[in-house]
């Protein structure tokens, strides 16, 4: 465990869960608004995708490097230095708008959300007890999500052509960064033993493959989510429903809200890679049914076809992160110090480049094929990863 008193475990963990929920308004409020910013510049869907993975790089390169970075700055300094750099980026996006310009901004401001991604959910799963650890990821999530669903909420009433979006995303990390404070005397050491640091992402990633690639399934999901489901929805009822392609980005966020505790619960209860599988599945599913359910966007909510839709995006939502719950919890039952460090260094690795393929791989099939090209390569990607998995638990000794 660490040397941290149960009294102080709690406050840390609490602090923590709060800073990262306020950064996560940020991340979340940047990714539709970027993108619809460079469609109203003329830029097609393909060229969007490759924008939006310039940030992905960022969080690969920074992962890489995590398992050196951490140890040697502290969790605390390593968070700090997140932030000072994703306010950084923030100031710079809007006063730079160029394309290529924009390229290296986003690239810096992965790099930012790498650090304080990779630094808090490995300091939160390093001094989290392993009996109740379920249900904390399932609390860390779910308040991160009420961050994430925050974001587009924001962006549907916010100009991306303007600089309000950035102001809002800077007065987030304001936020973040006060909430940050009672940890400073907190940070716990990690003990860098010789096994400990030999024990390389390739090892990792040989110990855990099912969990550390539904990191990569995740980000493709994620990315091309956050990058293109609200363009997909205008792109099927008309730019006049715009407010509702955000919808489909935060509804499916706040719904995720509500389904992360009793996820975590669960995970405390059941076997956790079975429940991995389930959510993985529950997602499928959902992706299947959103498209044949689009048209319910038309008219008021309470309308029989708009419930099913806003029922299937709440699943979806849902279950997406469930499988990031499940995931970092079973990353912390089997390893430890380090090697944990070495883990949430590679889930964030393969988050980042699921994030790279995913806004490419949609923008990609939308240029080619038009808008169904959107749910059908999210479909594609996680039945491979699903067949993978089940595959994976049937073979387990």
Same mark, same amino acid.
């Given at each position: 465990?660490?040397?941290?008193?149960?009294?102080?475990?709690?406050?840390?963990?609490?602090?923590?869960?709060?800073?990262?929920?306020?950064?996560?308004?940020?991340?979340?409020?940047?990714?539709?608004?970027?993108?619809?910013?460079?469609?109203?510049?003329?830029?097609?869907?393909?060229?969007?995708?490759?924008?939006?993975?310039?940030?992905?790089?960022?969080?690969?390169?920074?992962?890489?490097?995590?398992?050196?970075?951490?140890?040697?700055?502290?969790?605390?300094?390593?968070?700090?230095?997140?932030?000072?750099?994703?306010?950084?980026?923030?100031?710079?996006?809007?006063?730079?708008?160029?394309?290529?310009?924009?390229?290296?901004?986003?690239?810096?401001?992965?790099?930012?959300?790498?650090?304080?991604?990779?630094?808090?959910?490995?300091?939160?799963?390093?001094?989290?007890?392993?009996?109740?650890?379920?249900?904390?990821?399932?609390?860390?999530?779910?308040?991160?999500?009420?961050?994430?669903?925050?974001?587009?909420?924001?962006?549907?009433?916010?100009?991306?052509?303007?600089?309000?979006?950035?102001?809002?995303?800077?007065?987030?990390?304001?936020?973040?960064?006060?909430?940050?404070?009672?940890?400073?005397?907190?940070? $716990?050491? /990690? %003990?860098?033993?010789?096994? +400990? &640091?030999?024990? *390389?992402?390739?090892?990792? !990633?040989?110990?855990?493959? #099912? $969990?550390? /690639? %539904?990191?990569?399934?995740? +980000? &493709?999901?994620? *990315?091309?989510?956050?990058? !293109?489901?609200?363009?997909? #929805?205008?792109?099927?009822?008309?730019?006049?429903?715009?407010?509702?392609?955000?919808?489909?980005?935060?509804?499916?966020?706040?719904?995720?809200?509500?389904?992360?505790?009793?996820?975590?619960?669960?995970?405390?209860?059941?076997?956790?890679?079975?429940?991995?599988?389930?959510?993985?599945?529950?997602?499928?599913?959902?992706?299947?049914?959103?498209?044949?359910?689009?048209?319910?966007?038309?008219?008021?909510?309470?309308?029989?076809?708009?419930?099913?839709?806003?029922?299937?995006?709440?699943?979806?939502?849902?279950?997406?992160?469930?499988?990031?719950?499940?995931?970092?919890?079973?990353?912390?039952?089997?390893?430890?110090?380090?090697?944990?460090?070495?883990?949430?260094?590679?889930?964030?690795?393969?988050?980042?480049?699921?994030?790279?393929?995913?806004?490419?791989?949609?923008?990609?099939?939308?240029?080619?094929?038009?808008?169904?090209?959107?749910?059908?390569?999210?479909?594609?990607?996680?039945?491979?990863?699903?067949?993978?998995?089940?595959?994976?638990?049937?073979?387990?000794?």
């Amino acid at each position: 465990m660490s040397e941290l008193s149960p009294q102080q475990r709690i406050r840390c963990m609490s602090a923590l869960v709060a800073t990262m929920a306020v950064v996560s308004i940020t991340s979340s409020l940047a990714w539709p608004i970027l993108s619809e910013a460079l469609r109203n510049q003329g830029y097609s869907e393909s060229m969007i995708g490759i924008n939006a993975a310039a940030q992905f790089a960022g969080i690969i390169v920074v992962a890489l490097a995590a398992p050196r970075i951490i140890p040697a700055m502290g969790f605390f300094k390593t968070i700090v230095l997140g932030l000072v750099v994703v306010a950084v980026m923030l100031i710079a996006l809007p006063a730079f708008r160029s394309f290529e310009t924009w390229l290296l901004i986003r690239f810096l401001l992965g790099v930012g959300n790498s650090l304080l991604f990779t630094a808090g959910d490995t300091w939160m799963n390093h001094i989290v007890d392993d009996r109740v650890r379920g249900r904390w990821m399932g609390i860390y999530v779910t308040v991160g999500m009420a961050g994430w669903a925050l974001g587009p909420l924001l962006g549907a009433y916010l100009d991306p052509d303007t600089y309000w979006p950035f102001v809002w995303g800077l007065l987030a990390i304001m936020v973040a960064a006060v909430f940050l404070l009672p940890t400073r005397k907190l940070d $716990v050491k /990690l %003990s860098l033993s010789a096994q +400990g &640091v030999a024990m *390389g992402l390739a090892t990792v !990633f040989i110990a855990a493959p #099912t $969990v550390l /690639l %539904s990191s990569a399934m995740f +980000g &493709v999901v994620e *990315g091309a989510m956050q990058s !293109f489901a609200h363009l997909y #929805t205008m792109d099927i009822l008309g730019a006049q429903f715009r407010q509702t392609g955000y919808a489909v980005i935060w509804v499916g966020a706040i719904a995720a809200v509500f389904f992360q505790y009793p996820i975590g619960w669960l995970a405390d209860k059941v076997n956790r890679r079975w429940l991995l599988i389930a959510c993985v599945l529950t997602m499928m599913v959902s992706i299947f049914l959103f498209p044949l359910l689009i048209e319910g966007g038309r008219g008021p909510w309470w309308e029989p076809r708009a419930l099913g839709l806003w029922s299937v995006v709440s699943v979806w939502g849902g279950s997406m992160g469930g499988i990031f719950t499940v995931g970092i919890t079973l990353l912390g039952q089997r390893f430890r110090d380090v090697e944990l460090v070495s883990a949430n260094a590679m889930f964030s690795v393969l988050f980042g480049v699921g994030g790279l393929l995913g806004p490419f791989l949609a923008g990609t099939a939308m240029s080619t094929i038009g808008p169904v090209g959107f749910p059908l390569s999210l479909l594609a990607v996680v039945a491979v990863y699903a067949v993978f998995a089940l595959y994976r638990q049937f073979t387990r000794r």
